[in-house]
């Protein structure tokens, strides 16, 4: 599915109706380049679970968990190192029970589960052009249900 977001606040909406159909083990894998809106989405996402408190860029930090209607994490692999302070952090036990949001998955595509949503992010004009690809049939009945809203 592709579709064009105008500005952050569209990129928030479209996070926030992804959370409003999420499920236990959903894993969104948001690629872009630096800037390309995914802490955004990430954003949007916590909106729709109803976490309190802001969620920021967890670049610094690797992961942070919140709570919601589902526990969320999210984290950014730019800076990790080596997959085993990921293990430290708790990220593969969240895989399989929270919502999991994981900016810069491509350094470590093997800790995704086989059945993933991707989330790329690209500058287009003054907004972004978002392409989601499910790669399993959860992701798949999730996309097809958002696909359906626009
Ligand atoms: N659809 C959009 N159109 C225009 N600007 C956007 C859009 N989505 C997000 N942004 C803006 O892009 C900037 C970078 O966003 P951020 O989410 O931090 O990117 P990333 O996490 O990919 O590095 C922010 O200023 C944000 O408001
Ligand atoms: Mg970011």
């Given at each position: 599915m592709k579709t064009y977001l105008d500005d952050a606040p569209a990129t928030r909406a479209l996070g926030?109706?992804?959370?409003?159909r999420s499920y236990p083990g959903l894993v969104l894998a948001l690629q872009g380049e630096l800037g390309a809106g995914k802490?955004?989405?990430?954003?949007?996402v916590g909106l729709g679970?109803?976490?309190?408190?802001?969620?920021?860029?967890?670049?610094?930090?690797?992961?942070?968990?919140?709570?919601?209607?589902?526990?969320?994490?999210?984290?950014?692999?730019?800076?990790?190192?080596?997959?085993?302070?990921?293990?430290?952090?708790?990220?593969?036990?969240?895989?399989?029970?929270?919502?999991?949001?994981?900016?810069?998955?491509?350094?470590?595509?093997?800790?995704?589960?086989k059945d993933h949503l991707e989330l790329l992010l690209e500058d287009d004009g003054d907004g972004r052009r978002a392409t989601l690809t499910a790669m399993g049939p959860k992701s798949l009945a999730l996309v097809t249900e958002l696909q359906a809203l626009r």
């Amino acid at each position: 599915m592709k579709t064009y977001l105008d500005d952050a606040p569209a990129t928030r909406a479209l996070g926030q109706q992804i959370a409003e159909r999420s499920y236990p083990g959903l894993v969104l894998a948001l690629q872009g380049e630096l800037g390309a809106g995914k802490t955004t989405l990430a954003q949007g996402v916590g909106l729709g679970l109803g976490v309190k408190g802001r969620v920021r860029s967890p670049t610094f930090i690797i992961m942070a968990l919140y709570e919601g209607r589902l526990p969320m994490a999210h984290a950014d692999l730019y800076r990790l190192g080596d997959e085993s302070e990921l293990t430290e952090l708790g990220l593969e036990e969240h895989l399989s029970h929270g919502v999991t949001l994981i900016e810069w998955s491509e350094r470590f595509p093997q800790l995704l589960p086989k059945d993933h949503l991707e989330l790329l992010l690209e500058d287009d004009g003054d907004g972004r052009r978002a392409t989601l690809t499910a790669m399993g049939p959860k992701s798949l009945a999730l996309v097809t249900e958002l696909q359906a809203l626009r």
